[in-house]
């Protein structure tokens, strides 16, 4: 194995509160230290509109900001207090609570418990932080050039229709799902399909979808699994690691596809699964299960390469079949998972039930939303998000709907965290990615969420191995009990 390979392969570590209230076996990546999760654009979603006049400055980047992929350069910033006070273990929702709601957002304005209005432009990106309606109908109103998208939409829908009726041959799942396991090595190797197996898997997979709602109902215990994009050896890692199908429960939160060279066959095992199992695995929609999405930023390509003659055509019926995917689920009735976040459009669980599907190229309204929403410690309120797509949301709205919609824990993945986790301080909501060494370019962990019965949430990382790994773990161990030692953290 070279050095390479074996730099990929991953530790499996559990991070835990133990009875006596101290952390154990916490174990962190090696660049952890940079706590912010990283925000892809999808300028391909929505390009950023040319002004006559105004030269393409770089947007001012605000203390907190999310920072772009492009623009990150590691540190060696130390983590602050702040991000450290929710970051050490079990969460535990419902009747326990123990995610305690002191310490201010870092970057934010309060004045009397509410949020400053505050309006300005930076590039043309549109900032609000608004708190009453008027603000909101303007900020609405402003999504409105997102209409331009429409023709983009109807252009790939037209290749979309392009696909033929599949042919439908019966299939052993049982079979083609230990396929996948044959060989569980690093590195790119791909997977062979039939034609006829693809358009069997995709037309059964896609006709459960069709049967679920877009709000679903899991009942814990499961594992709530982050971003893949195409890392199927990972995918395949963290199934035997932490069980298979139907004997783990999984709800995965999307982005299956795109940025990683095995997209195919993650999608392809997950179907599988989905077929075999329909009641033991969920498959929620990501923003890359979107066809003006995966068209650009990988699955296309791969498709179009890997599967001869016909890799357009099947492109094709996995989009129709993604159009199918449910958008959020709810675990017994407290812990909401979605991939993206919130979106102004969601005022009861109802709104989100009641959506039909097949949902064709989303670009804006509550689905919209929820696939591209990202959390945003430098407002309280709602503001444009510098993806272009989806809104940027504050504290105030994660503690109004959570209230609202009577949710303990929001669980969200879709953006890259160093950690694999990420969690804004007192707040309901943690952030996951399950691509560790994402792309080869980062060595971030990954991480999943393990829920039981009793609705505790465990954070399981998958570390990137590396002779300094045990090092940094013990470093992050001694600073974390420090931090919980001086805050106070208390556990029930
Ligand atoms: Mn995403």
Known sequence: MSARAKEIEEKKTEKTIGADGKAKNRTISECADNKTPI??????????????GKTNRSVTRRKNQLIDEKDYRPTNKRPSALSIRNDGGTITVGDTQTVSAHGKVAGSTRKGGKSVGKHRDTDGLMELDFRDETDMKKMLNMQSRLNKKIEEAKAISAIENTANPPTRESIDYIEMIERHYEKVISGVHKITYKKSEFQTVIEEASRIFAEESALIDVDPPCVVVGDLHGQFNDLVNMFILLGRPPHTVYVFTGDYVDRGMMSI?????????KIAYPDNIFLLRGNHEIARVNKRYGFYDECVSSIPKYGEEIWAQFQRCFNNLPISALVATKIMCMHGGLSPSLVELNDLRSQKKPIRNPFRGLVNDMLWADPDLSVLE???????????????????????????????AHQMCFDGYWTIPGSKLITIFSAPVYCNLYKNAGCVLKIDEKLTVQIVAFVPESDTVEAIIREKNRVWDAAFDSFGFQLK
């Open 382 to 412: 709602w503001k444009i998000s510098s993806r272009g797509s989806g809104f940027a949301f504050g504290s105030n709205v994660i503690d109004d709907i959570c209230t609202r919609l009577g949710i303990e824990l929001i669980i969200r």
């Open 265 to 273: 066959e993650c999608i392809m095992l997950l179907f599988c699964y």
């Open 39 to 52: 925000t892809e654009k999808d300028d391909n979603a929505n390009p950023k509109p040319k002004k006559k």
